[in-house]
């Protein structure tokens, strides 16, 4: 299975930027997608296919990447981005998700 | 609109089998396919299989040979049967429709405590 890693934890100021990094065991190509969670909550979808916004979402949020290597940037941070961001890959079979990376602002 | 709400009992006993339903809303299982997740507490997100569109089904090897993953498409609704939990099955488990490998939609979550 494709295994997805993230760093488990960051911390930022509000108003600053913040880039959680997704690397994969394997390629898969553009088919990285981010969530979002807040505690208590079910994951929120951010962005697909590695760059694309999911409907709804705010435009501090950008995603890039391919291959292996894949990155979620929020710019500028506010109070509300408190939470923990996970990737997940559909390209290879099953689809897996990274740990996950807990965001606190400072 | 689309929606996916999870129900099963909040506590089974270690040894025993946990049956949870997906009730869906808005969309066709015979259409999308729809996964089954699951959250340890303070924990990533698992992947535990899923129900295709027509009627396949797909498990995570790791829990391959305890899960189950049924429908009845007259009702819309997903089931998930697996058996010898143990206390490291404890978690919040979520339904979610895929489309193109991406899960748009989730339930609600429902926590499942695995204790005697």
């Known amino acids: 299975d494709t295994v997805l890693t993230q760093s488990p934890a960051l911390a930022v100021s509000p108003g600053e930027r913040v880039s959680i990094s997704c690397r994969a065991s394997e390629g898969v190509n553009s088919y990285m997608h981010w969530y979002q969670q807040k505690p208590g909550q079910q994951p929120k979808l951010l962005i697909y296919?590695?760059?694309n916004l999911a409907s709804g979402v705010p435009a501090r949020f950008s995603g890039s990447g391919s291959g292996t290597d894949f990155t979620l940037t929020i710019d500028p941070v506010e109070a509300d981005d408190t939470a923990t961001y996970f990737c997940?890959?559909?390209?290879?079979?099953?689809?897996?998700f990274g740990g996950g990376t807990k965001l606190e602002l400072k | 609109q689309v929606q996916l709400k999870e129900s099963g009992p909040g506590l089974v006993q270690p040894s025993q089998t946990l049956s949870l339903t997906c009730t869906v809303s808005g969309f066709s299982l015979t259409s999308y396919n729809v996964h089954w997740v699951r959250q340890p507490p303070g924990k990533g997100l698992e992947w535990m299989g899923r129900?295709?569109?027509?009627?396949?089904?797909s498990y995570n090897s790791a829990l391959k040979s305890r899960l189950s993953i049924s429908r009845d498409t007259s009702k819309n609704q997903v089931f998930l049967k697996m058996n010898s939990l143990q206390t490291d099955d404890t978690g919040t488990y979520y339904c979610?429709?895929?489309?193109?490998?991406?899960?748009?939609?989730w339930g609600q979550g429902v926590m499942v405590t695995v204790s005697s």
């Open positions: 997940q890959q559909s390209w290879n079979d099953p689809p897996t």
């Open positions: 129900m295709r569109y027509n009627g396949d089904t």
């Open positions: 296919k590695a760059s």
């Open positions: 979610t429709r895929d489309s193109y490998g991406l899960f748009h939609y």
